[in-house]
């Protein structure tokens, strides 16, 4: 649970951050990480135009440089993008200004408002510096399908567990979550609806 919905201790690190939208209204907001990537952002797009559904997805910058055309076709498709460093890269691990310059490289194509730190952490001086040119999002439900320690049933079962309203709902669009989040993902939208929320954009 520690992972998959951060206990209030750690949300407090983050002032300020955006961690889950209005507790009172049942509604979940869907995010993706780490893309975009020819060989699944596309799917996921199209899994989202059949259900009518908008997301945001946190882009990694050296993926958008490699990929312009799935970064074209999110756009054009009715998305929110936001920053998730030019090489996703951990906070704790660089120096404030190396972070930072790495942010803003990123942010040289994706051009967004909306930051979401990889791995979910930065030094408290990264954080204050960006949080005044971003707003940072964070999650309520992280499903871990990145994780070869779970398989697609786990990872549905997640999404299950813990969600709630206006929790915002992190999958990966990359190629080491593949399995997990192509099996995990159309049915987690399939019960949320059945459940009665509806999916609204960031």
Do not use: C
């Amino acid at each position: 649970m520690f992972i998959e919905q951060p206990p209030k201790l750690i949300r407090a690190l983050y002032p300020g951050a955006i961690w889950r939208m209005d507790p009172k209204e049942k509604a979940v907001y869907l995010t993706f990480d780490d893309g975009p990537i020819p060989e699944i952002t596309p799917w996921v797009l199209d899994l989202l135009d059949k259900y009518g559904i908008k997301a945001t997805f946190f882009l990694v910058g050296d993926n958008v440089r490699k990929h312009p055309e799935e970064f074209k076709m999110l756009l054009e498709r009715g998305h929110r993008v936001g920053n998730h460093t030019f090489n996703h890269i951990r906070g704790f691990g660089f120096l404030t200004k190396n972070y930072l310059a790495n942010t803003d490289k990123a942010n040289e194509m994706i051009k967004s408002d909306l930051f979401r730190p990889p791995h979910g952490h930065m030094r408290a001086a990264q954080y204050y510096v960006l949080r005044k040119k971003y707003k940072i999002i964070m999650w309520d439900l992280v499903t871990r399908d990145y994780s070869n320690k779970l398989n697609g049933e786990q990872v549905f079962e997640k999404v299950k567990h813990y969600v709630r309203n206006g929790s915002i709902i992190t999958f990966h669009d990359s190629l080491k979550s593949e399995e997990n989040m192509k099996y995990a993902l159309p049915r987690s939208i399939e019960w949320l609806l059945e459940q009665g929320y509806q999916f609204k954009l960031l």
